[in-house]
Nanobody
Framework: QVQLVESGGGLVQPGGSLRLSCAASGSIFSIDVMGWYRQASGNQRELVAAITRGGSTNYEDSVKGRFTISRDNAKNTVYPQMNSLKPEDTAVYYC????????????????WGQGTQVTVSA
């Protein structure tokens, strides 16, 4: 089994910054993609940013230029640095680990963290 532990959420003023982190632990051989999604009240969950094991990144259009995602493969940890935060960034942010293998030839599984609240408000 694999667990994702998130940290770094909280309240920040517009224009401020937050750095989230998500550490995956458990029986892990490899993780193809690690990313962050968010879900605002009344909205569907959407991808914010993701990064592959090789370092390729993908960002939702509204966060391009403001958010930067990085990853430490040795620690199975992913860090989104969120700058120039706006009130519309307010949401619960969820960590995701996609195509996780417990052994070299094991089946692929996907896992979610429990979510951390980010509130951008004056």
């Amino acid at each position: 089994q694999v667990q994702l532990v998130e940290s770094g959420g909280g309240l920040v003023q517009p224009g401020g910054s937050l750095r989230l982190s998500c550490a995956a632990s458990g029986s892990i051989f490899s993780i193809d993609v690690m990313g962050w999604y968010r879900q605002a009240s009344g909205n569907q969950r959407e991808l914010v940013a993701a990064i592959t094991r090789g370092g390729s990144t993908n960002y939702e259009d509204s966060v391009k230029g403001r958010f930067t995602i990085s990853r430490d493969n040795a620690k199975n940890t992913v860090y989104p640095q969120m700058n120039s935060l706006k009130p519309e960034d307010t949401a619960v942010y969820y960590c995701n680990a996609e195509n996780v293998r417990s052994t070299a030839w094991g089946r692929l599984n996907n896992y979610w963290g429990q979510g951390t609240q980010v509130t951008v408000s004056a």
